[in-house]
């Protein structure tokens, strides 16, 4: 199985930083696409940002100019770094990977625990 181990997040400031990581260990044979997703209170979760295997990056319009996603693979790790923060921001940001435990297993998602990013105005 793989494991997700999410860090980073805590309380900012409007204008802030704060900066997200996320650890994959575990029985890992080869992680595809990583990204982050966020949930805040009363809402559907969503995309925030995803990196593919290639270093191709998408990213939700809310969160363009002010967010970067980039990912460690010799540390299979992604992260996320969060620059001017918004209100709008707070949620519970969800690390995500597309991975495989070994060469002849199905690709599989997996999900991290949550991490709680409140951003104060």
């Known amino acids: 199985q793989v494991q997700l181990v999410e860090s980073g997040g805590g309380l900012a400031q409007a204008g802030g930083s704060l900066r997200l990581s996320c650890a994959a260990s575990?029985?890992?044979?080869?992680?595809?696409?990583m990204g982050w997703y966020r949930q805040a209170p009363g809402k559907q979760r969503e995309l925030v940002a995803t990196?593919?295997?290639?270093?191709?990056?998408n990213y939700v319009d809310s969160v363009k100019g002010r967010f970067t996603i980039s990912r460690d693979n010799a540390k299979n790790t992604v992260y996320l770094q969060m620059n001017s923060l918004k209100p709008e921001d707070t949620a519970v940001y969800y690390c995500n990977v597309w991975g495989k435990t070994t060469k002849w297993a199905f690709w599989d998602t997996y999900w991290g625990q949550g991490t709680q990013v409140t951003v104060s105005s």
């Open positions: 990196i593919e295997g290639d270093g191709y990056t």
């Open positions: 575990g029985t890992i044979f080869s992680i595809n696409a």
